[in-house]
Structure formats: structure tokens, C-alpha cells
């Protein structure tokens, strides 16, 4: 029998069929490798159509498997360094820590985050703590799961605040999953309420419904989509929003270790007036 997920991973089967393949607006590259000693490497930056910025990051990664120990070392344009250990299944089957790190040698300024994850048949909690000066802010969430049925509960606890708003963050979610179907919802801060429907309709074709409403607000937002793979080398996207805004992706295998990814979103409502955005992505590994 296998743990519950995270709670920051409940409903992501929808998000991701809503989110995931599509880079309009940008240029991206990407290319990852692994060595013979099994260190990884990830290297990827973007360019942005509009402001023209660039972005880039490197991460490496090195997995000690007899000692349950991983290490993490990222890298970004923006000149934020950080690290990442990891040890899991050491003290305790079913129990993570990890311990993360950011530096900016610019300006100075230090982070860093203890995190922990304990899992089990029926449930999974983690407890992170993030350091600051002023305070550290503790984060918490639990999920239950039983025969397909899943409940979670996440907070944060600003100690840098007063007692009276001492909880800056308490959402609840619950949901079904049951082969290829999952059904998700969820309450944030008792402000914002969302749910998603998630069906894997076969091998090929992957379907998805996301709604969202905001206390004091009329507007509903939702969005559509589905994810079609007509052989093992291509995949199409297409996604659709309340503020008539259509998505489409075409993803293809060039050869082993290329991919290619042409993606658009094309603004419904000012089909005339333009702001439709076009992008393209290549994925290499080796």
C-alpha cells in the first residue's frame, strides 16, 4: 500500500495537465546529463519575449544511496546560491530531513530551512521551519488516506507576528482517487475555494477541469484541458480559460535525448487587437 501524498501534491494531476508543456512567451533550453559516478547535472535558461530577460540556472545533484544521503547544489543568474542535504530512512523508516540553505554573496543575505517528512500507510506529516531575523516561520501539513479517500490540513505560524495573527495560513483539502480518475478540493485561508477533476480517459488521452472562486469577488475562473499522445514520441496540449484565453502545445521526440516544444496562447476575447504569445522549448538529455 502506498503513502498519501504531500499535501502540496494533492490535485496536482489537474494542475499539471493545466500547467506543464506549455512555454509561451519564452525561449527555453534545457539540458541534463549524469556521469558515470552518478552525479547529475541540469542546465536551462529562458528568455523572455517582452522584458527580454534571461534567465539561467545549474543544478547538480548526487545521490550517496548507502547512506540514504542526497545532496543538492543550485545556481542561478540572479547569483542565489544554494544547498540542499537531504537524509531519508536513516533514524526511522519513512522519516526525511532535509536541511536548505541561500546565499547571495551580493547583498549577503542567508536562509535557510529545516525540513522534515515522516510517511506512512495511511497518512504523511512534514514540519519545516524557516529561519529569518525577525522570526522563524513554522509550516505544517498532514494528509490522511483511506481506501482512496484523502484529507489534509496545512498551516504557518509567523512568530514574528502577535498572538492574535500568529496563523498566517491554514487550508483544508479533500479528495478521491481511484485508478484513473482523482477528484480534488480545497479551502484556503476560508478566502478562496478551488477543485479539480482529473481523468485519465485512457493510455493516449488525459483530461482535466479546474475551477476557482474567491470570497468577495463574482468572477469564477476555471480552465479546460486535455493531453493527447497519439505514439510515444509526440504529445499534444490544449487548454482553455474563462478569459477566453486558448492554449495549444505540440511536444515532439526529435531522437533519443531531444525534444522539441512549440507552444501558443492565443488571447480569444482580442483576437484582432493581438497580444498572442508564441514560444519554443528544447529539451536535451544525455
Known sequence: ???????????????????????????????????????EFTVNGSSNHDTKKFVGNLETKY??????????????????????????????KGLKLSFDTQFVPQTGKKNGKIKT?????YFRTNLD?????????????????????????QMALDTAKT????????????????????????VKDNTEFSGSVYHKVNKRLETGVQVEWTVGSNDTRF????????????TLRAR???ASQIALSYQQKVRD??????????????????????GLGLDFEA
Open 223 to 234: 480552465g479546460l484541458g486535455a493531453k493527447y499522445c497519439p505514439d510515444s514520441d509526440t
Open 163 to 186: 498572538a492574535k495573527s500568529l496563523l498566517s495560513q491554514s487550508n483544508f483539502a479533500i479528495g478521491y482517487t481511484k485508478d484513473d480518475l482523482t477528484l480534488h478540493t480545497s
Open 1 to 39: 500500500m502506498s503513502s498519501p501524498p504531500v499535501y502540496a501534491d494533492l490535485g496536482k494531476s489537474a494542475r499539471d495537465l493545466l500547467s506543464k508543456g506549455y512555454n509561451y512567451g519564452l525561449y527555453k533550453v534545457e539540458a541534463k546529463t549524469k556521469t558515470s559516478s552518478g552525479i
Open 63 to 92: 545521490k550517496w544511496s548507502e547512506y540514504g544521503i542526497t545532496f543538492n547544489e543550485k545556481w542561478n543568474t540572479d547569483n542565489t546560491l544554494g544547498t540542499e542535504i537531504t537524509v531519508e530512512d536513516q533514524l526511522l
Open 240 to 242: 482553455l480559460n474563462n
Open 129 to 153: 521551519v524557516d529561519f529569518n531575523f525577525a522570526g522563524p516561520t513554522i509550516f505544517g501539513a498532514v494528509v490522511f488516506g483511506y481506501r482512496g479517500w484523502l484529507a489534509g490540513y
Open 257 to 278: 535525448g531531444v525534444t522539441v516544444t512549440l507552444s501558443t496562447q492565443i488571447e480569444g476575447k482580442n483576437f484582432n487587437q493581438g497580444g498572442h504569445k508564441f
Open 117 to 121: 517528512e515522516y510517511k506512512h500507510d
